[in-house]
C-alpha cells in the first residue's frame, strides 16, 4: 500500500487534458507561437494575507498588495507591493494581541508581523484582523486548529532507479468517521531558509478515509512553475519534514492554489476556476496548524 | 385535485379537435402521391420538387423520397425537378386519387452551372420553416477541405448563425445555444460526439451520406428532445441496380466504400471503411521538420477509423426497411519506457438504426425507428505500481414512432411518440497502487427514462398564410439504483438515501408547444415568424473552456434540473432574378433556462466524489440578427452569411453572480462560400470565415503567496482574443466521367495567407525571486499554418 500522494482527480484530469495538448500539437505538424500584446483591464491593487498560527506557536503574518498583471517587479519597484503599516491584530474569545512588524529574511518579502504573547491552542478558533486607517479597506479572517495527528513513521527512501536521490515517505493511520485535512512541508537544513511544500502538499484522506496508509512526497520547490528541475531530495539532506492538520477551508485555499499552479498555463484549464481565499476583502489565506516535526537524515 | 395527466389528456384532446379543424375546412381535390427516384440506381431522391404548372402548388419529396400533392379536378401539369436531374413534365387528368411514382435521369454534365444546395429555391420562401440549411454530398465534397477530407459538419456551419468554436474543438453553436443542444442524428439515431481528432474531422464520411440538413430555428415537435438545433445526417442507399466502388485517398487518411444490389431493384447494400495513417506516412514524413516536440513523435500513435454499413429492403410499395450501423473510433497511446510510463486514451461512437417505413394509403405514412447510441471515453495510464483508469460514457435505446397524414387540402398532420432509455456513466475513476484500490467513490451509472408525445401540423390557411403548430409533452423519469447524500453540519454527509433498481427517484413533465408563421408578400418575399418553448433532460458538463471527448453527459436528476428554453425567431425572405438570387434577414432572441457549468477546481475536492455535486447552474440569453444572400446556381454561385449576436450567461457561483459573455459569444461572424465552373473539368471553390475572437478569462493581477506567483482574475470572460479570419482555397478537377468510371482531383489549401489565428494565449513567467525580479509576456499559440492538400477520389 504505497502511494505517491500526487494523483488526486485534478492532476489526472491534467494529465488527460496535457495528453490532447500534445495530440493537438502533434497532428497539425507544427504550430507557431508569437509573442502578443494583451491590453488587460486595470485591476485596483489588494491586500493579500499570507498569516499561519500554529499550536504552540506564536502567529505569524506577512502583508502584500497584489500588483498589475504585467507590471516588471524587481528590487526597487518591491518596496511598493509590501505593507508595512497596517495594524494587525490575533483574537480569540478570550484574548487578543496586535502583532509587531520585524523583517525577516527567511520570507518574502522579508518583513512579517510576529506575536510574542498568544501562542495558538489545539481546538481553538482564532480570528485575524487587519486595519487600516479606513475602514473599508479592514481585513478580517477566522481559522480552527484542528486535532493533531501524528505520522506513524517518516523516513528517507531512494527512488528506484537511482543511487543518490528520493523522497521522503510517511506512514499514516488515518482517522475514519470524518473528513480529516493535511499538509506536509519540509527543510533542508542549510539549503533552506524556511519550511517549503511540494505542488501536492495539501491532500484530504477521501482516498483513502480510515486506513493506514504509505504517502511519499518530492522535495518542495522553491520555484513551482518549472517543474522538470529536480524535485527529490539528495543523499546525505538532514530534512526536518513538518506534518500538520489544517480545517477544510485552509485546505481548500491550498487546494485550489495548487490547481491553480498546475493548471493556469494550460488552454484546457477552466476559466471559472479560482483560488478560494478565508480571506474577507481581501486575498490569500489564514491558516492554523496542529503540526509535529520530524528530523529525517536520508541515507 | 386532478392528476397531472388527467389535465395533460385534456389539453391534448383539445388541439386534437382544433386541428381536425383546421384541416378539414376544405374539400373537393383529388390527391398525387408516390415516390421520386434516380432512374439509374433506383435510389430515392428527397428534395425533388414537384409543382403544379401555372399554380403556386407545389411540394418536396420528403427523406424518404415520398411526396403527396393536392390537384384540382381536371387536367393538370405536374413539372417533376431535382438539381442534378432532368426534369420531368408529366399532364394528369385529376378526379381520383392516384398514386404515380416518377423515375429521373441525372444529368450529363452541364457547361456553365454549379449549385449549391439540394433546396428547392422555392423553399426559401414558400415554407413556414425558418432556418432550414440542407447540403448534399456532392456540394459538400465541392467545398476547400482541411487535409483534403470534406467534412460536411463543418460545411454546415458556414452559415449564420451557426457557430463552430474554434480549431481542434468539436462542438458548435447555434444561435447562442450550448454544444448539448445540438441534436446530431444519423437515421434518426442519435450521435452523442460526432468529431475525430478532437474536432478536426466529422465522424460523418461523405461516402456514406446522402445529404446533411441543419435546423436551428422553429424546430419540429418531432425533435423537441434538444434546445437549439437538429442536425440530420441520412446515409446513402446503396445502389439497387449495380455493383460500384468509390473512394479517395487522401494525405492523412483513406476511404472506400462499395454499394450495390442484394436482390436487384428490391435490396441494397453500402459498406464504407475510412482510416487515419498519420503513424504511418504522415509521421516519417514531417520527423525531420519537427524540432519543438520531436520526442513526442518516438513515443505516440494515434489513428482514427470508422465504419459505416446499410442495408435497405424494399418489401413492397408500401414498406421499406433499412437498417444503418456505424462505429468509429479514435486511439491515442503514449509510451515512455525510461519513465515506465504508459497510456491509452480513446473514444468513439457506436450507432444502429433499424427503419421501417410504412405507407397506410395515400394519406397515411408512418416511420418505425429503433436505435441504439453509445458513446465511450476511456483513459488508462500506468505508472510503476500505479494504475489509474478514467471511463465515461452514454448508452442509449430509443424507438420512436411518426405518423404522418397527409389530409385531402394538402395540409399535414403528423404525431408520434418518442422513447428513450438512457444509461449514463458519468465520470469513473479506479485508480490502484499495487494490490491496494484507492477509494475514488464507487462508480456510478445514472439511469433514466425520457419520454414524448408529440402531435404538429402544417396547415396553408389562405394562399399567402401558412401556419405550422406542435405540440410536444415530454417526461423524465430517473430512477435507482442511487444514492442521495444529505449534507450536514461541516458539509460532512450525514445521511445517504438508497435507491433501489427501477424505483423511481425524481420525475418531471414538461408541455413545451411550438408555432411558425409564413405570410407571402407577394410572389418573390415572405415574413416568417416562430416561437418555440422546449425542454431537454440531458446535460453535457465541461470540464474545460474547449469542447473535448472528456465531456461528461447528465441526466436531469433531482438536483440538474430540466434545461428550458424559449426561442423566437423573425424573419423576412425574399427571391430574385427568378429564384436565382435569394436572401433573408432573421433576428432572433434565445432565453435559456437551467443550465450547467462544472465548478471545476473550486468544490472539487469535497464532493466525496460525487460528480452531480460539482455542478452549479445558471442561465442565458441571446440575441442577434443573421442575413443570408446566396446565388443558387450559374457559373458562379455561393452566399454570405453574416451574424452580429450576443450571448450571455448568469450563474449565481461564477463571476460573483453577475452577467458574463458566454465563451462563445461573437458579436461578428461572416462566411463567404463561392464557387466557380471554369468548364467541365474543372471548379474552383472558396471559402472565408471572420469571427470575433473568443471571450476568455485572463489575469488582471498577481501576487505572491509562499514565494511563488499567483493570479488573480479579472471579470469572467472579460477578455477577447484577436479575431479569428481564414481563407481557403480549393480547385477540383475531373479527369474522366463516363457511366463507369469517375476520377477527379482535389487539390485543397488551408488557410492561404497563413493567419496566425489564436488558439490559446498563455503567459510566460520569468522570476528569480531571490533577485528580487519577475517579468510576464503573453504568448500565442496557432496550429494552423498554409496547409495544401491533395486527395485523389474514384468510383467504378
Same mark, same amino acid.
Given at each position: 500500500?504505497?502511494?505517491?500522494?500526487?494523483?488526486?482527480?485534478?492532476?489526472?484530469?491534467?494529465?488527460?487534458?496535457?495528453?490532447?495538448?500534445?495530440?493537438?500539437?502533434?497532428?497539425?505538424?507544427?504550430?507557431?507561437?508569437?509573442?502578443?500584446?494583451?491590453?488587460?483591464?486595470?485591476?485596483?491593487?489588494?491586500?493579500?494575507?499570507?498569516?499561519?498560527?500554529?499550536?504552540?506557536?506564536?502567529?505569524?503574518?506577512?502583508?502584500?498588495?497584489?500588483?498589475?498583471?504585467?507590471?516588471?517587479?524587481?528590487?526597487?519597484?518591491?518596496?511598493?507591493?509590501?505593507?508595512?503599516?497596517?495594524?494587525?491584530?490575533?483574537?480569540?474569545?478570550?484574548?487578543?494581541?496586535?502583532?509587531?512588524?520585524?523583517?525577516?529574511?527567511?520570507?518574502?518579502?522579508?518583513?512579517? $508581523?510576529?506575536?510574542?504573547?498568544?501562542?495558538?491552542?489545539?481546538?481553538?478558533?482564532?480570528?485575524?484582523?487587519?486595519?487600516?486607517?479606513?475602514?473599508?479597506?479592514?481585513?478580517?479572517?477566522?481559522?480552527?486548529?484542528?486535532?493533531?495527528?501524528?505520522?506513524?513513521?517518516?523516513?528517507?527512501?531512494?527512488?528506484?532507479?537511482?543511487?543518490?536521490?528520493?523522497?521522503?515517505?510517511?506512514?499514516?493511520?488515518?482517522?475514519?468517521?470524518?473528513?480529516?485535512? $493535511?499538509?506536509?512541508?519540509?527543510?533542508?537544513?542549510?539549503?533552506?531558509?524556511?519550511?517549503?511544500?511540494?505542488?501536492?502538499?495539501?491532500?484530504?484522506?477521501?482516498?483513502?478515509?480510515?486506513?493506514?496508509?504509505?504517502?511519499?512526497?518530492?522535495?518542495?520547490?522553491?520555484?513551482?512553475?518549472?517543474?522538470?528541475?529536480?524535485?527529490?531530495?539528495?543523499?546525505?539532506?538532514?530534512?526536518?519534514?513538518?506534518?500538520?492538520?489544517?480545517?477544510?477551508?485552509?485546505?481548500?485555499?491550498?487546494?485550489?492554489?495548487?490547481?491553480?499552479?498546475?493548471?493556469?498555463?494550460?488552454?484546457?484549464?477552466?476559466?471559472?476556476?479560482?483560488?478560494?481565499?478565508?480571506?474577507?476583502?481581501?486575498?490569500?489565506?489564514?491558516?492554523?496548524?496542529?503540526?509535529? $516535526?520530524?528530523?529525517?537524515?536520508?541515507? | 385535485?386532478?392528476?397531472? /395527466?388527467?389535465?395533460?389528456?385534456?389539453?391534448?384532446?383539445?388541439?386534437?379537435?382544433?386541428?381536425?379543424?383546421?384541416?378539414?375546412?376544405?374539400?373537393?381535390?383529388?390527391?398525387?402521391?408516390?415516390?421520386?427516384?434516380?432512374?439509374?440506381?433506383?435510389?430515392? +431522391?428527397?428534395?425533388?420538387?414537384?409543382?403544379?404548372?401555372?399554380?403556386?402548388?407545389?411540394?418536396?419529396?420528403?427523406?424518404?423520397?415520398?411526396?403527396?400533392?393536392?390537384?384540382?379536378?381536371?387536367?393538370?401539369?405536374?413539372?417533376?425537378?431535382?438539381? /442534378?436531374?432532368?426534369?420531368?413534365?408529366?399532364?394528369?387528368?385529376?378526379?381520383?386519387?392516384?398514386?404515380?411514382?416518377?423515375?429521373?435521369?441525372?444529368?450529363?454534365?452541364?457547361?456553365?452551372?454549379?449549385?449549391?444546395?439540394?433546396?428547392?429555391?422555392?423553399?426559401?420562401?414558400?415554407?413556414?420553416?425558418?432556418?432550414?440549411?440542407?447540403?448534399?454530398?456532392?456540394?459538400?465534397?465541392?467545398?476547400?477541405?482541411?487535409?483534403?477530407?470534406?467534412?460536411?459538419?463543418?460545411?454546415?456551419?458556414?452559415?449564420?448563425?451557426?457557430?463552430?468554436?474554434?480549431?481542434?474543438?468539436?462542438?458548435?453553436?447555434?444561435?447562442?445555444?450550448?454544444?448539448?443542444?445540438?441534436?446530431?442524428?444519423?437515421?434518426?439515431?442519435?450521435?452523442?460526439?460526432?468529431?475525430?481528432?478532437?474536432?478536426?474531422?466529422?465522424?460523418?464520411?461523405?461516402?456514406?451520406?446522402?445529404?446533411?440538413?441543419?435546423?436551428?430555428?422553429?424546430?419540429?415537435?418531432?425533435?423537441?428532445?434538444?434546445?437549439?438545433?437538429?442536425?440530420?445526417?441520412?446515409?446513402?442507399?446503396?445502389?439497387?441496380?449495380?455493383?460500384?466502388?468509390?473512394?479517395?485517398?487522401?494525405?492523412?487518411?483513406?476511404?472506400?466504400?462499395?454499394?450495390?444490389?442484394?436482390?436487384?431493384?428490391?435490396?441494397?447494400?453500402?459498406?464504407?471503411?475510412?482510416?487515419?495513417?498519420?503513424?504511418?506516412?504522415?509521421?516519417?514524413?514531417?520527423?525531420?521538420?519537427?524540432?519543438?516536440?520531436?520526442?513526442?513523435?518516438?513515443?505516440?500513435?494515434?489513428?482514427?477509423?470508422?465504419?459505416?454499413?446499410?442495408?435497405?429492403?424494399?418489401?413492397?410499395?408500401?414498406?421499406?426497411?433499412?437498417?444503418?450501423?456505424?462505429?468509429?473510433?479514435?486511439?491515442?497511446? +503514449?509510451?515512455?519506457?525510461?519513465?515506465?510510463?504508459?497510456?491509452?486514451?480513446?473514444?468513439?461512437?457506436?450507432?444502429?438504426?433499424?427503419?421501417?417505413?410504412?405507407?397506410?394509403?395515400?394519406?397515411?405514412?408512418?416511420?418505425?425507428?429503433?436505435?441504439?447510441?453509445?458513446?465511450?471515453?476511456?483513459?488508462?495510464?500506468?505508472?510503476?505500481?500505479?494504475?489509474?483508469?478514467?471511463?465515461?460514457?452514454?448508452?442509449?435505446?430509443?424507438?420512436?414512432?411518426?405518423?404522418?397524414?397527409?389530409?385531402?387540402?394538402?395540409?399535414?398532420?403528423?404525431?408520434?411518440?418518442?422513447?428513450?432509455?438512457?444509461?449514463?456513466?458519468?465520470?469513473?475513476?479506479?485508480?490502484?497502487?499495487?494490490?491496494?484500490? +484507492?477509494?475514488?467513490?464507487?462508480?456510478?451509472?445514472?439511469?433514466?427514462?425520457?419520454?414524448?408525445?408529440?402531435?404538429?401540423?402544417?396547415?396553408?390557411?389562405?394562399?399567402?398564410?401558412?401556419?405550422?403548430?406542435?405540440?410536444?409533452?415530454?417526461?423524465?423519469?430517473?430512477? /435507482?439504483?442511487?444514492?442521495?447524500?444529505?449534507? /450536514?453540519?461541516?458539509?460532512?454527509?450525514?445521511?445517504?438515501?438508497?435507491?433501489?433498481?427501477?424505483?423511481?427517484?425524481?420525475?418531471?413533465?414538461?408541455?413545451?408547444?411550438?408555432?411558425?408563421?409564413?405570410?407571402?408578400?407577394?410572389?418573390?418575399?415572405?415574413?416568417?415568424?416562430?416561437?418555440?418553448?422546449?425542454?431537454?433532460?440531458?446535460?453535457?458538463?465541461? &470540464?474545460?473552456?474547449?469542447?473535448?471527448?472528456?465531456?461528461?453527459?447528465?441526466?436531469?436528476?433531482?438536483?440538474?434540473?430540466?434545461?428550458?428554453?424559449?426561442?423566437?425567431?423573425?424573419?423576412?425572405? +425574399?427571391?430574385?432574378?427568378?429564384?436565382?438570387?435569394?436572401?433573408?434577414?432573421?433576428?432572433?432572441?434565445?432565453?435559456?433556462?437551467?443550465?450547467?457549468?462544472?465548478?471545476?477546481?473550486?468544490?472539487?475536492?469535497?464532493?466525496?466524489?460525487?460528480?452531480?455535486?460539482?455542478?452549479?447552474?445558471?442561465?442565458?440569453?441571446?440575441?442577434?440578427?443573421?442575413?443570408?444572400?446566396?446565388?443558387?446556381?450559374?457559373? &458562379?454561385?455561393?452566399?454570405?452569411?453574416?451574424?452580429?449576436?450576443?450571448?450571455?450567461?448568469?450563474?449565481?457561483?461564477?463571476?460573483?453572480?453577475?452577467?458574463?459573455?458566454?465563451?462563445?459569444?461573437?458579436?461578428?461572424?461572416?462566411?463567404?462560400?463561392?464557387?466557380?465552373?471554369?468548364?467541365?473539368?474543372?471548379?474552383?471553390?472558396?471559402?472565408?470565415?471572420?469571427?470575433?475572437?473568443?471571450?476568455?478569462?485572463?489575469?488582471?493581477?498577481?501576487?505572491?503567496?509562499?514565494?511563488?506567483?499567483?493570479?488573480?482574475?479579472?471579470?469572467?470572460?472579460?477578455?477577447?482574443?484577436?479575431?479569428?479570419?481564414?481563407?481557403?482555397?480549393?480547385?477540383?478537377?475531373?479527369?474522366?466521367?463516363?457511366?463507369?468510371?469517375?476520377?477527379?482531383?482535389?487539390?485543397?489549401?488551408?488557410?492561404?495567407?497563413?493567419?496566425?489565428?489564436?488558439?490559446?494565449?498563455?503567459?510566460?513567467?520569468?522570476?528569480?525571486?531571490?533577485?528580487?525580479?519577475?517579468?510576464?509576456?503573453?504568448?500565442?499559440?496557432?496550429?494552423?499554418?498554409?496547409?495544401?492538400?491533395?486527395?485523389?477520389?474514384?468510383?467504378?
Amino acid at each position: 500500500m504505497r502511494v505517491n500522494i500526487n494523483i488526486s482527480d485534478n492532476k489526472l484530469r491534467f494529465t488527460v487534458l496535457r495528453l490532447f495538448l500534445y495530440l493537438l500539437v502533434a497532428f497539425t505538424c507544427q504550430y507557431c507561437e508569437k509573442e502578443v500584446n494583451i491590453d488587460l483591464p486595470q485591476s485596483d491593487s489588494k491586500i493579500v494575507v499570507e498569516g499561519w498560527i500554529e499550536h504552540d506557536r506564536y502567529p505569524h503574518v506577512i502583508l502584500t498588495r497584489s500588483a498589475p498583471y504585467f507590471a516588471s517587479i524587481d528590487s526597487a519597484s518591491l518596496r511598493d507591493y509590501v505593507v508595512t503599516t497596517a495594524k494587525v491584530t490575533i483574537i480569540t474569545d478570550d484574548q487578543s494581541e496586535v502583532l509587531t512588524l520585524k523583517p525577516n529574511d527567511a520570507y518574502f518579502p522579508p518583513y512579517v $508581523y510576529f506575536g510574542t504573547e498568544l501562542k495558538g491552542e489545539i481546538h481553538r478558533t482564532y480570528n485575524l484582523r487587519v486595519e487600516f486607517g479606513n475602514v473599508e479597506n479592514n481585513l478580517s479572517a477566522s481559522t480552527y486548529i484542528p486535532t493533531l495527528t501524528e505520522p506513524d513513521s517518516v523516513w528517507f527512501e531512494l527512488e528506484p532507479e537511482s543511487d543518490s536521490l528520493g523522497r521522503i515517505w510517511i506512514s499514516l493511520s488515518d482517522n475514519p468517521g470524518q473528513t480529516n485535512y $493535511y499538509r506536509l512541508l519540509t527543510k533542508r537544513k542549510g539549503k533552506d531558509k524556511r519550511y517549503v511544500a511540494n505542488f501536492k502538499s495539501a491532500f484530504s484522506d477521501k482516498l483513502f478515509n480510515g486506513e493506514t496508509i504509505v504517502l511519499g512526497f518530492t522535495r518542495g520547490l522553491a520555484d513551482l512553475l518549472d517543474l522538470t528541475r529536480d524535485n527529490l531530495f539528495t543523499l546525505g539532506d538532514t530534512i526536518s519534514v513538518k506534518f500538520c492538520s489544517i480545517d477544510r477551508e485552509h485546505y481548500e485555499f491550498w487546494n485550489t492554489y495548487q490547481n491553480e499552479i498546475l493548471l493556469s498555463a494550460n488552454p484546457f484549464s477552466a476559466s471559472n476556476a479560482m483560488i478560494k481565499s478565508n480571506i474577507n476583502n481581501g486575498l490569500g489565506v489564514w491558516g492554523g496548524y496542529a503540526a509535529s $516535526y520530524y528530523i529525517v537524515i536520508a541515507k | 385535485m386532478k392528476s397531472p /395527466g388527467f389535465i395533460i389528456s385534456r389539453i391534448i384532446a383539445g388541439f386534437l379537435i382544433i386541428y381536425v379543424f383546421i384541416i378539414n375546412i376544405y374539400a373537393q381535390e383529388h390527391k398525387l402521391s408516390g415516390y421520386i427516384y434516380d432512374s439509374t440506381t433506383s435510389k430515392v +431522391l428527397t428534395g425533388a420538387s414537384i409543382f403544379v404548372k401555372g399554380t403556386s402548388r407545389g411540394t418536396v419529396s420528403n427523406n424518404k423520397g415520398y411526396y403527396s400533392i393536392l390537384l384540382k379536378d381536371g387536367n393538370n401539369t405536374i413539372v417533376v425537378s431535382h438539381l /442534378g436531374y432532368e426534369s420531368v413534365d408529366k399532364d394528369i387528368e385529376s378526379g381520383i386519387d392516384i398514386n404515380m411514382d416518377f423515375y429521373l435521369k441525372p444529368e450529363v454534365i452541364k457547361a456553365d452551372d454549379v449549385v449549391i444546395t439540394t433546396d428547392a429555391p422555392e423553399n426559401n420562401i414558400e415554407s413556414a420553416e425558418t432556418g432550414i440549411i440542407e447540403l448534399s454530398k456532392e456540394e459538400i465534397e465541392k467545398l476547400p477541405a482541411l487535409m483534403g477530407e470534406p467534412d460536411p459538419y463543418r460545411a454546415i456551419q458556414l452559415n449564420p448563425g451557426v457557430q463552430s468554436a474554434s480549431e481542434g474543438n468539436t462542438g458548435y453553436y447555434v444561435r447562442g445555444g450550448g454544444t448539448d443542444q445540438n441534436l446530431i442524428l444519423l437515421d434518426n439515431a442519435t450521435v452523442y460526439n460526432p468529431s475525430h481528432v478532437l474536432g478536426f474531422f466529422s465522424v460523418f464520411n461523405t461516402d456514406m451520406i446522402r445529404n446533411v440538413k441543419l435546423i436551428k430555428s422553429g424546430v419540429p415537435a418531432n425533435y423537441g428532445s434538444r434546445l437549439s438545433s437538429v442536425i440530420q445526417v441520412a446515409s446513402e442507399d446503396g445502389d439497387y441496380n449495380k455493383y460500384s466502388t468509390r473512394g479517395s485517398i487522401g494525405l492523412i487518411s483513406s476511404k472506400i466504400s462499395l454499394q450495390g444490389p442484394v436482390f436487384k431493384n428490391k435490396s441494397s447494400f453500402l459498406i464504407s471503411f475510412r482510416r487515419s495513417y498519420i503513424d504511418e506516412i504522415l509521421k516519417p514524413m514531417i520527423r525531420p521538420l519537427v524540432t519543438s516536440s520531436s520526442s513526442f513523435y518516438n513515443y505516440s500513435r494515434y489513428h482514427f477509423y470508422d465504419l459505416s454499413a446499410k442495408l435497405t429492403y424494399k418489401i413492397n410499395r408500401n414498406n421499406r426497411l433499412s437498417v444503418v450501423y456505424y462505429k468509429g473510433r479514435d486511439d491515442f497511446e +503514449l509510451e515512455r519506457s525510461q519513465l515506465n510510463y504508459k497510456n491509452n486514451l480513446y473514444w468513439g461512437n457506436e450507432v444502429i438504426s433499424l427503419n421501417w417505413s410504412h405507407i397506410f394509403n395515400e394519406n397515411w405514412y408512418c416511420l418505425n425507428t429503433l436505435s441504439y447510441s453509445e458513446y465511450r471515453f476511456s483513459f488508462a495510464a500506468e505508472q510503476r505500481e500505479i494504475k489509474i483508469n478514467l471511463f465515461s460514457g452514454i448508452e442509449d435505446v430509443n424507438y420512436k414512432l411518426n405518423f404522418n397524414r397527409i389530409n385531402n387540402n394538402g395540409n399535414l398532420i403528423r404525431f408520434g411518440l418518442d422513447y428513450q432509455f438512457h444509461n449514463f456513466i458519468p465520470n469513473n475513476i479506479d485508480a490502484s497502487s499495487s494490490n491496494f484500490n +484507492l477509494n475514488f467513490g464507487a462508480n456510478q451509472k445514472l439511469y433514466s427514462h425520457e419520454s414524448a408525445v408529440y402531435i404538429a401540423s402544417e396547415t396553408t390557411i389562405t394562399n399567402r398564410l401558412k401556419v405550422n403548430t406542435g405540440l410536444r409533452l415530454s417526461g423524465f423519469f430517473h430512477t /435507482g439504483p442511487y444514492e442521495e447524500y444529505i449534507r /450536514g453540519y461541516n458539509n460532512e454527509i450525514a445521511d445517504t438515501i438508497v435507491y433501489k433498481s427501477k424505483e423511481l427517484i425524481e420525475s418531471y413533465f414538461n408541455l413545451g408547444p411550438r408555432l411558425s408563421i409564413r405570410y407571402l408578400l407577394n410572389d418573390n418575399s415572405s415574413v416568417k415568424a416562430s416561437f418555440t418553448n422546449s425542454y431537454q433532460y440531458i446535460h453535457l458538463a465541461t &470540464a474545460s473552456s474547449v469542447t473535448l471527448p472528456t465531456d461528461v453527459w447528465l441526466p436531469s436528476t433531482g438536483r440538474i434540473k430540466p434545461q428550458k428554453g424559449i426561442h423566437m425567431s423573425l424573419g423576412y425572405y +425574399l427571391n430574385m432574378f427568378e429564384n436565382v438570387i435569394s436572401g433573408s434577414v432573421d433576428l432572433y432572441y434565445k432565453d435559456l433556462k437551467n443550465q450547467v457549468e462544472l465548478l471545476y477546481g473550486i468544490v472539487n475536492d469535497y464532493k466525496d466524489n460525487i460528480f452531480e455535486e460539482s455542478i452549479t447552474f445558471g442561465n442565458g440569453r441571446s440575441y442577434g440578427l443573421e442575413l443570408l444572400l446566396k446565388k443558387e446556381k450559374g457559373k &458562379a454561385a455561393g452566399w454570405l452569411g453574416y451574424t452580429l449576436g450576443k450571448t450571455t450567461r448568469q450563474f449565481d457561483e461564477i463571476n460573483e453572480g453577475d452577467i458574463y459573455p458566454a465563451k462563445y459569444d461573437r458579436r461578428h461572424d461572416i462566411n463567404l462560400v463561392l464557387s466557380y465552373k471554369l468548364n467541365n473539368k474543372l471548379t474552383l471553390a472558396s471559402t472565408f470565415i471572420y469571427a470575433t475572437g473568443n471571450a476568455m478569462t485572463l489575469p488582471v493581477g498577481k501576487y505572491l503567496i509562499e514565494g511563488h506567483v499567483i493570479n488573480e482574475y479579472g471579470k469572467t470572460n472579460s477578455f477577447r482574443m484577436p479575431s479569428y479570419h481564414r481563407l481557403d482555397l480549393s480547385v477540383t478537377y475531373l479527369a474522366r466521367k463516363t457511366d463507369r468510371f469517375e476520377s477527379s482531383w482535389n487539390l485543397s489549401v488551408f488557410n492561404v495567407y497563413n493567419r496566425a489565428n489564436p488558439f490559446y494565449i498563455y503567459f510566460e513567467i520569468k522570476e528569480d525571486i531571490n533577485n528580487y525580479y519577475l517579468e510576464i509576456n503573453a504568448k500565442q499559440i496557432s496550429l494552423f499554418p498554409v496547409m495544401p492538400s491533395l486527395t485523389w477520389r474514384f468510383r467504378f
